[in-house]
């Protein structure tokens, strides 16, 4: 990994019923809100929150939101890979996905270089639980982990609720991601948002850049943006409020791991990826991989 500055965008669906014209417009607004950023900053990747390109709760069925998107690539994403080209910058943006058979829909989130070319994508594997489709959802859960190579460093994905399962990206960062994305719109509290994007870049001293919705999707769902981008030793580095808006930082690896807490004279003296115990995760690798719940009562959605 090389230094560079990194953004976060937070941003509001277009208002109204989806259609092919509000997933133009919201298309059309990821590109002017990435241009202007990219012209402030001069970011070199910028990550737009989860499902962008027509906000979280479609208010449609998996069918008619099957139809509104294309697949990846396709010609949804196409006008943001051309404004990457222009700009000449990496961008992460979600958006949904058409799968192989109508109705089949992924939340997706698409990797693309600063050539234009889409340099990999990432299939949410922990829909939230009113979008899964096994419990009346849209989204069809994806099984595969995405980290690339770039120019900037190893950069993984992950989307809003993937984020409080530590597994997936303890995946990624032993696959040797220094940077994870994570687009977001996330509805419950800023509190856990931030927790568990600072667990996570914490657990695996990798750099975790969220960028969560803000303003109002088309079923009338409400998000509160709070976008950020976090070190790996869990240091809020930039965040923002709850405005359409911007947070930039410098992600340095000289600098990652330099101290204990941040601006300590107290060097870093452990390395959790490093320090695992290997023994102990084999010797209970089938508890991991049993099936469980909680022991205490909830909401069954």
């Known amino acids: 990994m090389r230094a560079f500055t990194a953004a976060a965008v ?27 950023c990219v012209e402030a900053t001069g970011a070199e990747l ?18 008619e939101l099957w139809d509104l998107v294309s697949g990846l690539p396709g010609p949804v994403i196409e006008p943001i890979q051309a404004a990457a080209a222009r700009l ?10 058409r799968g192989e058979e109508r109705g089949v829909v992924y939340n997706s989130s698409a990797l693309i270089g600063p050539d234009g070319s889409l340099l990999g994508v990432y299939r949410k594997t922990h829909p939230f639980c009113t979008e899964i489709r096994s419990r009346g959802g849209w989204v069809t859960p994806g099984d595969t982990v995405t980290v690339v190579d770039t120019e900037l460093g190893r950069i993984g994905m992950i989307i809003c609720f993937d984020g409080d399962y530590p ?12 940077v994870i994305c994570r687009p977001s719109a996330l509805l419950r509290s800023a509190d856990v948002w931030e927790l568990t994007s600072r667990a996570r870049a914490y657990d ?18 409400l998000y509160f943006g709070n976008s950020h981008i976090i070190t790996p030793i869990a240091h809020i ?14 992600l340095d690896p000289d600098e990652a791991l330099r101290s204990l807490t941040p601006g300590s004279s107290v060097g870093q003296g452990f390395d959790h990826l490093a320090d695992r115990n290997l023994d102990l995760i084999r010797n209970y690798r089938e508890d991991l ?13």
């Not at 850049?209 to 769902?221: F, K, Q, R, S, Y």
């Not at 965040?239 to 930082?249: D, G, L, N, P, R």
């Not at 991989?289 to 909830?298: K, Y």
Request: charged letters at 15%.
């Open 10 to 36: 937070q941003i509001a669906p277009v208002t109204g019923p989806l259609s092919p014209d509000a997933v133009k417009a919201n298309v059309e607004k990821c590109v002017d809100w990435l241009t202007r």
């Open 46 to 63: 910028v990550v737009l929150p989860e499902s962008a390109t027509t906000g979280f709760t479609p208010d449609c069925t998996p069918e």
């Open 88 to 97: 000449g910058v990496h961008v992460c943006v979600g958006t949904y996905e």
């Open 167 to 178: 597994e997936l990206t303890r995946i990624q960062a032993v696959q040797g991601a220094e």
């Open 204 to 221: 695996n001293h990798v750099y975790v850049i969220g960028a969560n919705a803000t303003g109002t999707d088309p079923a009338g769902v």
């Open 237 to 250: 580095a930039a965040k923002a409020a709850t405005h359409e808006s911007w947070v930039v930082a410098r």
């Open 289 to 301: 991989e049993r099936p469980a719940a909680s022991s205490f009562p909830h909401l069954q959605v």
